[in-house]
C-alpha cells in the first residue's frame, strides 16, 4: 500500500473567541512587530485596526499593508514586500481570506528567501522558511490558511502561478466565528460554495489521501 502525506500548520484556533486567544499566543512568540496583510475592505471597516489594536495592548506592534485584491497579483506581493521592509516588521499576519492569505504566504516567502515570487514557482522551490506567518480568517472558503498551496497572479504572463512549498505553510491558523458573522449573505454562500466544493474534490479526486 503507498504511503500519504498530509499538510497542515502546527496549530489551529477555531470557535468564539479564538482571535484573543490566537493573538495571546502570538504575543508570546517574542516578535516586536507584525505586518497585517489585508484588503481596503477589511481596512476601511476597522478589522485590521481592530487586530492591531489587541497587538499594542499586548506589547507587539503592527503595521497595515491593505493593497491586496482579489487574485492577488505580483505588483500587490512587491508592494506588500516594500512595505515590510519600510516598517521593519519581523512577522506577518494575514487577515481576510484566500486573497490576503495567498498574498502574504508570497510576501513572508520572498521576504526570507530574495528574489521575486516568481521563482518559486512550483514546487519546492525555496530553500528556507518563509517569515513566521499568523493566518486569521474572516471568510471559510479556500482553506489557504492551512495549506501549502499560495496562487499569484503574473501580470507579465496573464497566468496564475501555483506556488507549492511546505514553506508556505502558516504557523498558527484562527478561525474566530465574530468575524464571519457580519459576511454579508452573497459572500458567506459563495464562501460556503468554494468550501463545498474543495470537499467534492477531496472526495472524487484519484490522488487524494487515503
Known sequence: MATSQFFMPSQNIL???????????????GFKKALIVTDGALAKLGIAQTVADKLAA???????????????TVGNVEAGLAKLRESGADFVISLGGGSSHDCAKAVALVAANGG???????LNKSKKPQLTLVAINTTAGTASEMTRFTIIT????????AIVDSHVTPTLSINDSGLMAGMPAALTAATGMDALTHAVEAYVSTIANP
Open 15 to 29: 470557535g468564539a473567541g479564538a482571535l484573543d486567544e490566537g493573538l495571546a499566543q502570538v504575543a508570546g512568540l
Open 58 to 72: 499586548k506589547g507587539v506592534e503592527a503595521a497595515v499593508f491593505d493593497g491586496v485584491q482579489p487574485n492577488p
Open 116 to 122: 521575486n515570487i516568481a521563482d518559486y514557482e512550483g
Open 154 to 161: 503574473d501580470e507579465a504572463r496573464h497566468v496564475k502561478m
